[in-house]
């Protein structure tokens, strides 16, 4: 009866093994098949957007709109799959891309030197410089050196924020008090309004933002400076999926070449950004 009974669990746990080694099998077939394939084969894409950056991405009407949306839909229909779009805070869109919550990042992220050696950038979509935007009838600040002492305001976990702590730094290296104050927010919107409200004295925002501000609220904000170096921005894949992100750039080159990419942007910006098809990344980057 023993005998039988060894025989039995030895059975159990051969089927066991054998369960786990088909498994195995499929997700190496899948890792092997890449990204791409395997959205293919789902017939789904699910992509992570911040849509609070007007014009780049925001909501209208309950639905998802802007220049990167249209830039999305062109990709998503080249896949010939449909699109999912979750709408997050952008601090939450880095880590759970590499935690694969969803397959790809199509929200503006800006390339730095840390971020290129963990994901993998698209070509850019868009360039900007950091700008300090004011109050319209501000006077005590004429330039970003006069943002001694003052609050400050931008986004958490965003490309300016490291910008702005070392301006702050270089403002005390320079005998000066640095900011009186860094808030950040949650995102940018909320600083202009805490801008608007007199809870902050100046915020810092990207240009292509802060031209799309000012033309909505004429006479209200005006840009008093820049701080730091020019940046583009970029979608982001995991590093291992390049496939995916190499596939992106396929469709953005489509439409840049077939002027396209300038029309949509003389659409939502009024002005023509610099979206270079090489050169754009760092030394180190994926």
């Not at 062109?74 to 805070?89: A, C, E, I, K, Y």
């Not at 240009?207 to 840009?223: C, D, E, G, H």
């Not at 583009?232 to 291992?240: D, G, K, M, Y």
């Amino acid at each position: 009866m023993t005998e039988i009974l060894n025989r039995r669990a030895m059975t159990r746990l051969l089927g066991g093994v054998a369960v786990a080694a088909t498994v195995a099998m499929l997700g190496s077939t899948a890792a092997l098949a890449g990204a791409l394939d395997a959205i293919k084969q789902r017939g789904k894409i699910v992509v992570a957007t911040e849509a609070a950056f007007e014009p780049f991405e925001f909501v209208q009407d309950g639905k998802i709109v802007g220049y990167n949306k249209d830039i999305l839909d062109f990709v998503v229909t080249g896949m010939g799959v449909s699109l999912d779009q979750l709408n997050l805070p952008f601090q939450g869109i880095l880590p759970g891309l590499l935690a694969k919550k969803f397959d790809f990042v199509a929200t503006s992220v800006a390339i730095n030197d840390e971020r290129a050696k963990k994901y993998a950038y698209t070509r850019p979509i868009g360039s900007f410089d950091n700008v300090v935007v004011v109050r319209d009838k501000e006077q005590g600040i004429k330039s970003p050196d006069d943002l001694n002492g003052k609050i400050v305001a931008t986004q958490l976990a965003s490309s300016v924020q490291p910008v702005l702590e070392a301006h702050t730094a270089a403002l005390k290296a320079k005998g000066g008090k640095g900011y009186g104050e860094l808030k950040l927010f949650q995102a940018f919107p909320e600083a202009q309004v805490a801008l608007t409200n007199a809870q902050v004295d100046a915020i810092v925002i990207s240009s292509p933002t802060a031209a799309v501000l000012m033309k909505k609220f004429p006479n209200t904000y005006k840009i008093v400076g820049t701080i730091g170096e020019s940046s583009h921005l970029s979608w982001v894949a995991r590093p291992e999926d390049k496939d995916l992100r190499d596939f992106v750039n396929a469709k953005i080159d489509e439409l840049n070449d077939s002027g396209k990419l300038k029309a949509l942007q003389m659409k939502w910006f009024g002005f023509v950004m610099d979206t270079p098809k090489q050169g754009y990344l760092p030394t180190g980057a994926l």
